[in-house]
């Protein structure tokens, strides 16, 4: 299968936006793999001009451009997938993810986070990563191995949403935020538009589940990426209707809502649908089985939808 490259510049990257209108700015065939450059920050994140520290390239242009946005993250794509359709699969293998800067932020923002009443102050701190050793320097003193992932990756929404925010997570994936979905996990998305028109972005160095304060840190990533097309939904995952997926060691269901019960709700129902559709247990058992073995955990409560995530550990079940 072919390898292809896609870089972060302006014409190839979106300010806070999905929209199944974008038209692709790559195309692959179905089991080809792609490298794909993120970038994150605007000018108020980055770090002053006498830090020393040294500001991507691709972030600089990009900065410069300043291109339309909305409120959000810089998401490179969207890829068309050729013979992607409404109501297939798409099967993204995450190979690999590798840190893009020296250096990453965190931020506290008014009217936002989980303690909006209690921290009313803006407030951004920038972190030194020392790539060669996977570290966070955090300026308090205390270094944390770095664990990164993508904050965003989805397809095109479907035609009816329009316009959308890159901050809430729906149904084409998104902003999802879950620090499972490292390298050698696998994403399974809906296919909601010809192409599928699969993007990532929103480069999280490390993050904690919840991530509270409304940013876990943000910085660039490059990651690549084997996506693989299941027409119909595929075997395992039939009319797939809600974003799911896996680990080296668990499945992953998912539930976004701005309501976290809600988002619970909708974990668990996705977690039975996934143990029924691949066992022979009934329902009833397989409500009973998420009650003593599998751990739902939330995911995020920061994006306006908030997340939980069901996590079943192989060889359980199946």
Known sequence: MALHQLAATPETVRI????????????????DTVVIETVSGWRQHLPPADSGIAIPPALNRIIAADLPRMAGHTITGPVEVVG?????MLEVRIEAVELGSDWGYTFIRPLDGA???????????????DRARGLAKLPWGLDLPTAPFFGVMGVAPPVAFGRISSKEPRVHGGNIDNKELTAGSTLFLPVHVAGALFSAGD???LQGDGEVCVTALETCLTGRFTLILHKGGGLQNPRLRFPRAETPTHFISMGMNEDLDQAMKQALREMLSLICSRTNLSREEAYQFCSLAVDFRVTQVVNGHKGVHGMLRKGLLF
């Open 16 to 31: 806070g936006m999905f929209d199944a209108s974008f038209p692709p700015v790559l195309s692959i065939d179905p089991g």
């Open 84 to 88: 992607a359709e409404p109501g297939d």
């Open 115 to 129: 303690l909006p009443e209690e921290f009313p102050e803006t407030v951004i701190t920038r972190t030194p990563i």
């Open 203 to 205: 480069g999280h160095g």
